[in-house]
T-cell receptor
Framework: QKEVEQDPGPLSVPEGAIVSLNCTYSNSAFQYFMWYRQYSRKGPELLMYTYSSGNKEDGRFTAQVDKSSKYISLFIRDSQPSDSATYLCAMKVTNAGNMLTFGGGTRLMVKP | DAGITQSPRHKVTETGTPVTLRCHQTENHRYMYWYRQDPGHGLRLIHYSYGVKDTDKGEVSDGYSVSRSKTEDFLLTLESATSSQTSVYFC???????????????FGPGTRLTVL
């Protein structure tokens, strides 16, 4: 079993929909959580990061962490065709080593 | 791309040949990383560096070596390429002074390597 699980999709939604992307993890030592967006044939681009449980909002994006359930989510409001990409979750044990553990990514398609 | 460039961007080579990929950064970031990305496996760390001449192994280091003789350059070498090393290779950096601190990594554009 992988340490971080992420549904590969594809997830297809109409423009304007609220999108929910999720990851589950098994290592309770993970304390730092990130979401990356990756367009086709490009490098991952950092979207959001958080050290704590609860919600963090940035524009149309909200990251949610539930450490008790080992579950993190990324919500996208008012989704746009330009949001079509693969979304990767990543996590780390803070101040311990340098390795990020990634989910496999969820491919999102937002249709006009 | 946090000032990261990778070269070459695309390469096709044959089994058994040596290959070197270059990651160059212009911001004097201390920490540099090499990842590979494969379908079904996501991104996996190959090697990383925490300073000039200071490197360490990651999760999938077999068949790869690295060198960092200057702050700005981190080289990944496949001594004798195999078809299983066909992948997309990403360089990343982290820096305490950037958003998210040392724990957050910023990625370059990638190198697509095909080993025939």
């Amino acid at each position: 079993q992988k340490e971080v699980e992420q549904d590969p999709g594809p997830l297809s939604v109409p423009e304007g929909a609220i999108v929910s992307l999720n990851c589950t993890y098994s290592n309770s030592a993970f304390q730092y959580f990130m979401w990356y967006r990756q367009y086709s044939r490009k490098g991952p681009e950092l979207l959001m990061y958080t050290y704590s449980s609860g919600n963090k909002e940035d524009g149309r994006f909200t990251a949610q962490v539930d450490k008790s359930s080992k579950y993190i989510s990324l919500f996208i409001r008012d989704s746009q065709p330009s949001d079509s990409a693969t979304y990767l979750c990543a996590m780390k044990v803070t101040n311990a080593g340098n390795m990020l553990t990634f989910g496999g990514g969820t491919r999102l398609m937002v249709k006009p | 791309d946090a000032g990261i460039t990778q070269s070459p961007r695309h390469k096709v080579t044959e089994t058994g040949t040596p290959v070197t990929l270059r990651c160059h950064q212009t911001e004097n970031h201390r920490y540099m990383y090499w990842y590979r990305q494969d379908p079904g496996h996501g991104l996996r760390l190959i090697h990383y560096s925490y300073g000039v001449k200071d490197t360490d192994k990651g999760e999938v280091s077999d068949g790869y070596s690295v060198s960092r003789s200057k702050t700005e350059d981190f080289l990944l070498t496949l001594e004798s390429a195999t078809s299983s090393q066909t992948s997309v290779y990403f360089c990343a950096i982290s820096e305490p002074g950037l958003a998210g601190g040392r724990d957050t990594q910023y990625f370059g554009p990638g190198t697509r390597l095909t080993v025939l």
